[in-house]
């Protein structure tokens, strides 16, 4: 059984974009360097200890790609929009690991 988050929020984006995403869910340097993050919206996160809140930007994923295939889109989205993230979906799980042997 595959759990579903409840939202977008309720997801941990940092694992599929580590240097764009911290675990928090706030934009990383790098993401604010390379990334248009004028239209991201502002979130408040606590420190580990819950002692401390801040306001910090967040990177969000601006395009979806579902049933994304071997990815052509997504790459093109890629190409055509690089200060934005992207990430494709795709259920068949031969296409899945053909891109993952592909993409090592």
Not at 34 to 55: A, C, I, R
Not at 56 to 85: N, S, Y
Request: glycine share 6%; net charge neutral; aromatic share 8%.
């Amino acid at each position: 059984m595959f759990l579903r988050p409840l939202s977008p929020d309720h997801f941990d984006w940092s694992s599929h974009y580590p240097a764009y995403i911290n675990k928090d869910g706030s934009a990383t340097a790098l993401a604010e360097s390379k990334l248009d993050l004028s239209n991201s919206s502002l979130v408040t996160v606590k420190s580990l200890d819950q002692t401390e809140e801040k306001q910090v930007t967040r990177a969000e994923v601006k395009f979806a790609d579902i049933g994304c295939g071997f990815g052509g889109m997504t790459i093109a989205l890629g190409q055509l929009f690089p200060q934005k993230l992207s990430v494709g979906m795709e259920i068949r799980d031969r296409v899945v690991e053909i891109v993952k042997v592909r993409k090592a």
